[in-house]
T-cell receptor, first 112, second 112 residues
Framework: GQQVMQIPQYQHVQEGEDFTTYCNSSTTLSNIQWYKQRPGGHPVFLIQLVKSGEVKKQKRLTFQFGEAKKNSSLHITATQTTDVGTYFC????????????FGKGTKLSVIP | AAGVIQSPRHLIKEKRETATLKCYPI?????VYWYQQGPGQDPQFLIS???????DKGSIPDRFSAQQFSDYHSELNMSSLELGDSALYFCASSQLNTGELFFGEGSRLTVL
């Protein structure tokens, strides 16, 4: 079945440093989504990427979808304490599947 | 804006008992998903419904069943509970053509 790998599992950064998490799928994806989950909270949708090579920005967050539509990354510039949480990528293989397969997540800690 | 409503928020059961979780999706959303998230784990897809019909099935144990009713709310029924079933159970809803999942706040099940 479809597998989505995500690294690193944990990342500790000093406030103001940059942060990147990477996502790799075992199969070509129809689209990839990114979610953020705060401690004790529920996953909250950040963005969806659909096109090969797509790059989207949301303020300090930059999302990329690989040319082969099998990998993706999320980069945060100049982290803030409000960025703390676990970032999940989630892929959909399409072909009539409703299943969104989540990566293991990257837990971000920001040291003030 | 209305969000996904889940009940109960917390549930404590003994081994071999039965539990039922309820989910009320966002109005006009046509797809409902159930996910299970263990401590420190990523959400694992259990099952989904599109327009009240089961649309996809993931790692849902045979002891679990789910359905979506005419008013679009969904229920996850879990029988013969085991200690390993202790987890956060999230319901999410979406409009299929947009892809974005809106998660409820989850139901925390503890099996003793």
């Amino acid at each position: 079945g479809q597998q989505v790998m995500q690294i690193p599992q944990y990342q500790h950064v000093q406030e103001g440093e940059d942060f990147t998490t990477y996502c790799n799928s075992s199969t070509t994806l129809s689209n990839i989504q990114w979610y953020k989950q705060r401690p004790g909270g529920h996953p909250v949708f950040l963005i969806q990427l659909v096109k090969s090579g797509e790059v989207k920005k949301q303020k300090r967050l930059t999302f990329q979808f690989g040319e082969a539509k099998k990998n993706s990354s999320l980069h945060i510039t100049a982290t803030q304490t409000t960025d703390v949480g676990t970032y999940f990528c989630a892929g959909n293989s399409g072909a009539g599947s409703y299943q969104l397969t989540f990566g293991k997540g990257t837990k971000l800690s920001v040291i003030p | 804006a209305a969000g996904v409503i889940q009940s109960p928020r917390h549930l404590i059961k003994e081994k071999r008992e039965t539990a039922t979780l309820k989910c009320y999706p966002i109005p006009r959303h046509d797809t409902v998903y159930w996910y299970q998230q263990g401590p420190g784990q990523d959400p694992q897809f259990l099952i989904s419904f599109y327009e009240k019909m089961q649309s996809d099935k993931g790692s849902i144990p045979d002891r679990f069943s789910a359905q979506q009713f005419s008013d679009y709310h969904s229920e996850l029924n879990m029988s013969s509970l085991e200690l390993g079933d202790s987890a956060l159970y999230f319901c999410a809803s979406s409009q299929l053509n947009t892809g974005e999942l809106f998660f409820g706040e989850g139901s925390r099940l503890t099996v003793l």
